[in-house]
């Protein structure tokens, strides 16, 4: 549970210097999609990087054929994604980024390739749409939408290096 805290402010210890300019966050952010095999994930690190009731929200096509989302909290990606990384490993890298800032705002569309490890076969493609936001001190991530390129819906070129 955070602690009390003051109005627009928000606890954060372990990566205030590199939360304090998005561009920072940006390049740093990759280092927690990417983990290796049996070796446990940082979740209170993950956290700090996150403001309390961040939205996880996942896209995908049902059996039917129909896209739906799944809205998860932080602590339901986690237990959503744990053991399936922790067995398996999972490498994210970054191949492109589209960024907008306005004011105390930003959205980076963010185009990554998945493997199991660095060097590893690709698994999948796709984006990442976060928004962040600024409360004077530092950058949240407000927001993490997923969807993962499959036949129909290929990335687009604005989206591609």
């Not at 549970?1 to 210890?13: D, S, W």
């Not at 049996?38 to 956290?47: E, L, N, T």
């Not at 799944?70 to 490993?89: C, K, L, Y």
């Not at 984006?127 to 530092?138: A, K, M, T």
Request: proline share 7%; net charge positive.
């Amino acid at each position: 549970m955070p602690r009390a805290r003051k109005q627009g402010t928000f606890p954060c210890r372990p990566l205030r210097r590199v939360q304090k300019t998005w561009q920072r966050w940006t390049a740093s952010s990759k280092h927690f999609t990417t983990w290796l095999a049996d070796q446990p994930r940082q979740w209170s690190r993950d956290r700090t990087l996150y403001i309390p009731g961040v939205l996880f929200i996942s896209t995908e096509i049902g059996k039917d054929g129909k896209p739906y989302h799944q809205i998860m909290s932080h602590q339901q990606f986690v237990d959503r994604s744990n053991a399936s990384v922790v067995a398996q490993g999972f490498y994210e890298q970054e191949i492109h980024r589209v960024t907008t800032r306005y004011g105390t705002i930003v959205h980076v569309m963010s185009t990554y390739v998945m493997r199991r490890t660095a060097n590893g076969p690709l698994i999948g493609r796709g984006v990442n749409s976060l928004e962040l936001f600024y409360d004077n001190n530092r950058w949240w991530i407000i927001c993490d939408l997923w969807d993962d390129e499959r036949p129909g819906n290929p990335l687009p070129k604005e989206l591609l290096p």
